[in-house]
């Protein structure tokens, strides 16, 4: 069962932000929200994750609703190289067996 | 975070044969996880490979298909045994070189193709 949702493709123009969204109306207590992404012919890259507060790197910032049941990751300035698949995974990370699910995912195409 | 080196990076190979994948990891891992990302599709997890014991696989992938050895904490094999062409799909090791479930790394991918 998909706990995530997650739009098929979106387009950016480069120097924007692009804001992905992700509904996780299930989420449970005890789940962070991880973003992962998949650049053309690469193995995933970890970019941010979150229970309920904010969260922002060098890479991105994650918004997370106060009910936690939506999110979204923002790249500030998009650029060609961020364009890939985006997955948003929620799991609980006491699970024992640390397992990622990965969904669909939403590709962004970032244009000139 | 941690280093992967999986091989072979890209293979041809005939039906019914078998290919091993390695995956070396440049520090001590618990846990190692195998996927498979058939064309155009999302990651589907194989199974998860512990050092000292079998490898736990997940629904529709059985141990006979795609055995798993795991001999030390840095190091890992895939096998895909009896291939057929719908075995054609990239696969990928990862680990959790933090051992706090987060920031998992991948390694590039074996993109197999069976003809």
């Given amino acids: ?112 | 975070s941690a280093v992967i080196s999986q091989k072979p990076s890209r293979d041809i190979c005939q039906r019914g044969t078998s290919l091993t994948i390695q995956c070396q990891v440049d520090s001590q891992v618990t846990m190692m996880f195998w996927y498979r990302q058939q064309p155009g599709q999302s990651l589907t997890l194989i199974a998860t490979a512990n050092q000292g014991s079998e490898a736990t696989y997940e629904s529709g992938f059985v141990i006979d298909k795609f055995p798993i050895s795991r001999p030390n904490l840095t190091f890992s094999t895939l096998t895909v045994s009896n291939m057929s062409p719908e075995d054609s799909s990239i696969y990928l090791c990862s680990v959790d070189p933090t051992g706090l479930n987060y920031g998992y790394t991948f390694g590039s991918g074996t993109r197999l193709t069976v003809v």
């Fill in chain 1, 1 to 112: 069962d998909a706990k995530t949702t997650q739009p098929p493709s979106m387009d950016c123009a480069e120097g924007r932000a692009a804001n992905l969204p992700c509904n996780h109306s299930t989420i449970s207590g005890n789940e962070y929200v991880y973003w992962y992404r998949q650049i053309h012919s690469q193995g995933p890259q970890y970019i941010i994750h979150g229970l309920k507060n904010n969260e922002t790197n060098e890479m991105a910032s994650l918004i997370i609703t106060e009910d936690r049941k939506s999110s979204t990751l923002i790249l500030p300035h998009a650029t060609l190289r961020d364009t890939a698949v985006y997955y948003c995974i929620v799991r609980d990370p006491t699970d024992s067996w640390g397992k990622l699910q990965f969904g669909a995912g939403t590709q962004v195409v970032v244009t000139p």
